[in-house]
């Protein structure tokens, strides 16, 4: 079964964690096994967040202000590298010598035109005053909303269009090849309005949700899993009365409504899977990825 699971950026930096190299490599080696046992089972492609990473380097780039912070294409970049490094190393380690990997820088396309440049949503970076804020805000042309009594710069969201190197990540899967690929929702970017056929970075973040259902709809997927912190997607969330949803359709997701910055993204992007291909897509936590993927565990989403 071709199976791509999406982890979330919480499995390698759990909130509140101390953002160490050390840290996130001791939480990649306690996820290993299980993705490894999966990987032995089934055709694996895996796609992870990087909001805590690209956050930590923007933490960095602040407190050295000699050169201009790195635009997010590039941090996209970066956290690709290293995220990936950081998988591929302990899933080997699992696996053993033989099974073939592939960490693949992944870029995708966004639409000039798309209506999120005109309303930048997602929080990246920093806390700052509000005269931080505006000054920064006219040095760098940065937007800035709050964020409780803080301010923070926010980026665009903008939809994901078009996987670059779509064609490379099928070819090793179809060899065998675990392949590692768009991390971070992929690296943003858009064929410059001036000059057709350049393409050029993009000051951006693309949900990584939404990336990967793009993934699995590309690679022909089996099954999607968005793995996350929480065993599943529950009604009455944040109340007594909550429920996990254990085996859900589109449709039921649909007459719901989730958090924007967290599950909502995850419902959507789960939703848009099983609608485009009738296949299978789970939402659980990463404890639980063998029997998510098996369709004993989390929330199971399935065609009506
Ligand atoms: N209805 C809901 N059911 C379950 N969890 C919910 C719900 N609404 C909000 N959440 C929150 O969604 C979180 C998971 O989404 P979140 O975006 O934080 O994680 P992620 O996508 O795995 O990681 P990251 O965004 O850092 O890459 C859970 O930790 C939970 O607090
Ligand atoms: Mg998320």
């Known amino acids: 079964m071709r199976t791509v699971v999406a982890l979330g950026g919480n499995a390698l930096l759990k909130r509140g964690e101390p953002m160490t190299a050390e840290r996130q490599r001791a939480n990649v080696r306690t996820a290993a096994p299980a993705l490894a046992a999966v990987a032995r089972s089934h055709e694996l492609v895996l796609a992870h967040g990087n909001g805590p990473q690209v956050g930590l380097l923007a933490l960095q780039a602040a407190a050295y202000t000699e050169v201009e912070p790195y635009p997010l294409d590039v941090l996209g970049a970066q956290t690709q590298g290293m995220i990936g490094y950081f998988l591929e190393q302990e899933l080997g380690n699992q696996l053993g010598g033989d099974v073939p990997f592939a960490m693949l820088l992944t870029m995708i396309e966004v639409d000039p035109a798309d209506p999120a440049f005109d309303d930048p949503t997602k929080f990246v970076g920093p806390v700052y005053t509000k005269e931080q804020a505006d000054d920064l805000a006219k040095l760098r042309a940065w937007t800035f909303k709050a964020d409780g009594e803080h301010w923070r710069r926010v980026v665009p969201s903008p939809e994901p269009v078009r996987i670059f190197e779509i064609r490379p990540i099928r070819g090793l899967l179809d060899h065998g090849v ?17 000059s057709e056929h350049t393409l050029v970075g993009v000051e951006a973040v693309i949900d990584k949700d939404l990336a990967s259902q793009l993934l699995a709809r590309d690679v022909s997927a089996d099954l999607l899993v968005l793995a996350t912190d929480v065993d599943g997607v529950y009604t009455g969330w944040g109340t007594p009365q909550k429920k996990r949803l254990s085996r859900v359709t589109p449709q039921e997701l649909r007459e719901l409504s989730f958090a924007a910055g967290s599950m909502g993204p995850k419902v959507e992007a789960v939703a848009r899977f099983v609608e485009a291909t009738g296949k299978r897509a789970a939402i659980g936590a990463l404890d639980h990825i063998e029997p998510i993927v098996e369709g004993t565990a989390g929330t199971q989403v399935v065609a009506g």
């Open 178 to 194: 675990i392949v590692i690929c768009a991390g971070g929702g992929g690296v943003p970017v858009m064929f410059d309005p001036a």
